[in-house]
């Protein structure tokens, strides 16, 4: 009987894996659902003894069975889009079930837990120390750092806590690594608690996101004796962005509001219910099995520069290989967009890159030379974020994007910070008046007398323009968190790149540059 892999992850399910694996069943295949390859492109995709067919529809599954199939891939770890991949952390895509303990211990799974157990908590931390890993979720900080932090911190009370509050725009590998490897999940952060000498951990998981809460909650169960006396807990997200920020995430763990909090303390030091605690990201934890099992040298042999590893680069946006692509620090943003996602899906030129979310820079084509890593992209005053990528063609507006930042920053703010608060909604009306080219005249409090520094004459645009600069720099840096103080990347980086949207003159584009 013919044997069919058919993920089950989101994404697949959303274009119609479930009705394709009823196909094939109905034709009398055994049906095994999967983790995915993360060729999006493709899904629903089928495999059938190694090779690839996709994307189906239930009408092509006859002439799948048959051979005669137009939608046959050839075998799936030849694709140029997997066979360039060094995949440490999705080692297991597409090959495994999610939540089959035989499948994960067959593909290496618990070796890491196994090492970790037999060196010691200090030789733990060492390791992930040489490894050179820092936090996935965008602020790059030292793991190692970290949880020696955390270890050293007095008390006998200590929390894991990871952060799976997914919420930037074009990123999704938390919830591949959550849906489709949720027990990697729970042997890095089993690993951690190890490591710093917690007992209890929370994954703090995004409302959105119900089968990866699902995933997760099955995964917890079935491996908790294995991770014992760690004890592990689900939590499901407020459904607040900010609360991926890691102190607005703890205040809703303790079930308070979404708010961030001013540090220091550093929640390494007075973190959950004011306990030293480790908060990584997903993609953190999820690298540290594969880091103890291989050793730190395995791991730190690839990447670029400062920046080690691995990592994850989810390529979205209007793009025509969207998918998730991992690969060591280095490879070059043209790379990535241009040779691994193939340009645009409208076959538009690309006007436009969004690195690291809806806060990160935008990058035009002449600085498609970037190497992928976090030291280049801080030079070019941008960041890489969790390392989601969205694509723009050369209909977009530039204008309208800087626009949506402070919109977005305006609806998702916790309120704590006057910056964030309040600046976020004054750019929104600055940028609406500078993309009707409409002015603004003083108004009878600004014509006081007492109003000194307030101007009397109309606004130009370029008074508007020079508005927006300085707000921009209040934001940076003078917001609590990086919800405020990352706002200013992608508008001054749409007014730097592309001020012909924004309405300059010749002069106001050169001061732009």
């Not at 911190?153 to 949720?182: H, Q, W």
């Not at 997760?216 to 962005?241: D, H, K, N, T, W």
């Not at 030079?379 to 990528?389: N, P, Q, V």
């Amino acid at each position: 009987m013919t044997l069919v892999r058919i993920s089950d992850d989101a994404l697949a399910i959303a274009c119609g894996a479930d009705a394709v694996a009823r196909a094939f069943a109905e034709a009398g295949c055994i049906v095994e659902r999967v983790s995915s390859w993360g060729m999006h492109w493709f899904e629903p995709l089928a495999e059938i003894d190694g090779m690839g067919f996709g994307p189906l529809a239930p009408g092509d599954v006859a002439a799948v069975l048959a051979g005669s199939s137009p939608k046959a891939l050839g075998a799936i770890e030849d694709h140029p889009f997997i066979a360039r991949q060094q995949r440490f952390t999705f080692a297991r895509a597409g090959k495994t079930r999610p939540l089959s303990l035989e499948d994960y211990a067959a593909h290496g799974g618990w070796h890491g837990l196994e090492r970790a157990r037999s060196i010691g908590p200090e030789a733990t931390i060492d390791t992930v120390t040489r490894s050179g890993l820092r936090g996935r979720g965008g602020a790059g900080f030292p793991a190692g750092i970290k949880w020696k932090t955390v270890a050293n911190a007095p008390g006998a009370l200590k929390y894991i806590v990871c952060n799976a509050d997914e919420g930037d725009s074009a990123t999704f590998a938390d919830r591949m690594v959550m849906e489709g490897d949720p027990f990697m999940l729970i042997e890095g952060m089993a690993i951690a608690a190890h490591a710093v000498g917690a007992h209890r951990g929370y994954v703090y998981i995004r409302s959105e996101y119900p089968h990866a809460i699902a995933k997760m909650e099955a995964a917890v169960a079935l491996s908790a004796e294995l991770i014992a006396p760690f004890v592990l807990e689900v939590r499901v997200g407020a459904g607040a962005y900010v609360c991926g920020e890691e102190t607005s995430l703890l205040n809703s763990l303790e079930g308070k509001r979404g708010e961030v909090r001013a540090k220091p303390p550093l929640p390494a030091l007075e973190g959950l219910f004011g306990k030293p605690t480790v908060v990584n990201n997903v993609l953190t934890l999820a690298a540290v099995p594969f880091i103890l099992a291989n050793g730190a040298q395995a791991y730190a042999d690839i990447g670029f520069g400062h920046s080690r590893g691995t990592m994850p680069i989810q390529l979205a946006g209007n793009i025509r290989h969207g998918g998730l692509f991992e690969i060591g620090f280095g490879i070059t943003l043209g790379e990535l967009v241009q040779d691994i996602g193939g340009g645009t899906a409208s076959g538009r030129p690309v006007r436009a890159v969004q690195v690291g979310g809806p806060l990160g820079a935008y990058h035009p084509p002449s600085e498609f030379h970037l190497p992928f890593d976090y030291e280049s992209f801080a030079a070019a005053d941008a960041l890489i974020g969790h390392a989601g990528i969205t694509v723009f063609d050369d209909t977009a507006d530039m204008s309208a994007q800087a626009r949506f930042a402070f919109a977005f920053c305006a609806a998702e703010s916790c309120g704590k910070c006057t910056p964030c608060r309040i600046g976020a909604v004054r750019g929104v009306e600055v940028m609406d008046r500078i993309r009707s080219r409409s002015g603004r005249a003083a108004d009878p409090v600004e014509h006081l007398p007492q109003m000194r520094n307030a101007a009397k004459a109309p606004r130009t645009l370029s008074d508007e323009i020079a508005l927006i600069e300085d707000l921009c720099e209040t934001m940076k840096f003078g917001s609590l968190c990086a919800l405020g103080g990352f706002t200013p990347y992608p508008v001054l980086s749409a007014l730097r790149h592309f001020p012909e949207d924004f309405g300059a003159e010749p002069q106001q584009q050169v001061a732009a540059e």
